[in-house]
């Protein structure tokens, strides 16, 4: 379609990268963190949303 913006397929990628890369990062956090504090399945879960969206304010 002409008139329609596409965006290019490379910026996809990068952005669906840094998602994974974000995604990694937060996982290994939270089980570094989320395992040491006692709290179980919970803790890491509330840990790895914390840093995930920290992760995502600094553009990660």
Request: aromatic share 10%; with cysteine; proline share 3%.
């Amino acid at each position: 379609m002409p008139g329609r913006m596409s965006v290019p397929f490379t910026f996809k990628k990068k952005i669906a990268m840094r998602k994974i890369i974000r995604a990694l990062l937060a996982g290994w956090g939270a089980k570094k963190l989320g395992g040491k504090t006692g709290c179980g399945c919970l803790g890491t879960i509330v840990v790895f949303i914390i840093l995930w969206w920290l992760l995502s304010n600094l553009g990660i």
